[in-house]
């Protein structure tokens, strides 16, 4: 069954690329930048997006702004561009979608052990607000067109974790991977809102509904405990969001540096 993946050469895309054909999925990689194999395009082309859509079996889209950005930027890929998506897939008959969203989507959240994921929304950036809205929409395109739409509230993705907060908020490249390959298989996918974390021993987030899909994570960040790049906590740290929560992230600070080029 051919996938489509949005985002491809990005580093969860690149992950995924790296391991979901070892799991039978034949990938067809979609992104602004060649990509081996791939397909060169952009959100807003609704000619691109229909190309790529043809004859595929679902859609992981990945792609988009993948942190804080003045609006503009934003909504022209996480807003617009994904209203695209999810017509460019409408109109193909492609009827399952596998999209990140963020723990962003609800930053401003303390955190507490088994926090559920059907929480209210408390985006802690603009970055955050698409999120919500990436949920929202996917809920809208379930319940209209009866997609089996999955949104991974994805935590800290990297190879290992390098502070404390990633002890509990980290995911793996292998359990990403098992969490969207979960997500492409699950028979009883109608709409859900997973959060995005590997089986840490610090972890905070409740995996219940993932693991009621068959999500079964294998990696734990404890095992990088005694060997953090930072191991002090922050005081952001009690909140979902952590450092987006903090300074620094506010409208005028990001206008700033945008205006600066950094």
Request: charge should be negative; include cysteine; proline fraction near 7%.
């Amino acid at each position: 069954m051919t996938v489509l993946l949005t985002g491809a050469a990005g580093r969860i895309g690149t992950a995924l690329r790296d391991r979901l054909p070892a799991l039978g999925w034949s990938l067809r990689s979609f992104d602004r930048v060649e990509v081996p194999g791939g397909i060169v395009g952009d959100l807003s082309s609704a000619a691109d997006l229909d190309a790529a859509m043809a004859g595929v079996s679902a859609v992981v889209h990945l792609a988009g702004v993948p942190t804080e950005a003045p609006w503009p930027q934003l909504r022209d890929a996480n807003v617009d561009g994904l209203v695209n998506v999810f017509e460019a897939a409408r109109r193909a008959g492609v009827d399952r979608v596998v999209l990140a969203s963020s723990n962003h989507a609800t930053g401003f959240t303390p955190v507490r052990d088994d926090l559920p994921v059907d929480g209210p929304p408390r985006p802690d950036t603009l970055y955050g607000v698409t999120k919500v809205f990436a949920e929202a929409l996917g809920r809208y395109y379930a319940d209209r067109y009866a997609m089996r739409v999955a949104c991974l509230r994805i935590g800290t993705f990297a190879e290992r974790p390098d502070d404390v907060r990633t002890l509990s908020t980290w995911l793996s490249p292998g359990d990403a991977t098992r969490l969207v390959d979960t997500c492409l298989r699950a028979p009883d996918l109608t709409y859900a809102v997973l959060w995005g974390v590997s089986d840490n021993t610090r972890r905070t987030w409740d995996l219940g509904p993932a693991r009621a899909l068959g999500y079964a994570p294998e990696d734990d960040a404890e095992h990088w405990a005694a060997s953090l790049a930072r191991p002090v906590p922050d005081p952001s740290d009690g909140l979902v969001g952590g450092g987006f929560t903090g300074p620094g992230f506010g409208l005028d600070e990001v206008a700033a540096r945008a205006a600066a080029g950094r």
